[in-house]
């Protein structure tokens, strides 16, 4: 059984900073991409930041530059540093990697539960 874990949400003042983390667990042969996600009230999900197991990042156009995206491959943990926290970027985020719980199995997605992150104006 996979599961990730999230952690380090809350409320915020605009400007401000929070760090969330994501720790996979479980039977896990392998870990490919990892990333985070959000979803504000009435909206869809949208992506954040992606990181390839090599280190390669991809951000959201309205992140970039406030935000880091980095993991470690031997904690199978992705953390994403905000900075420069504005009302907008309040939403739920949710931790996702893609997978392969045994040499035999494909490569599946994984989501985490959420955690909301608030940013007060």
């Known amino acids: 059984q996979v599961q990730l874990v999230e952690s380090g949400g809350g409320l915020v003042q605009a400007g401000g900073s929070l760090r969330l983390s994501c720790a996979a667990s479980g039977t896990i042969f392998s870990i490919g991409n990892m990333g985070w996600y959000r979803q504000a009230p009435g909206k869809q999900r949208e992506l954040v930041a992606t990181?390839?197991?090599?280190?390669?990042?991809n951000y959201e156009d309205s992140v970039k530059g406030r935000f880091t995206i980095s993991r470690d491959n031997a904690k199978k943990t992705v953390y994403l540093q905000m900075n420069s926290l504005k009302p907008e970027d309040t939403a739920v985020y949710y931790c996702n990697a893609r997978l392969r719980p045994r040499p035999w199995s494909t490569d599946m997605d994984y989501w985490g539960q959420g955690t909301q992150v608030t940013v007060s104006s």
């Open positions: 990181i390839t197991s090599g280190g390669s990042t």
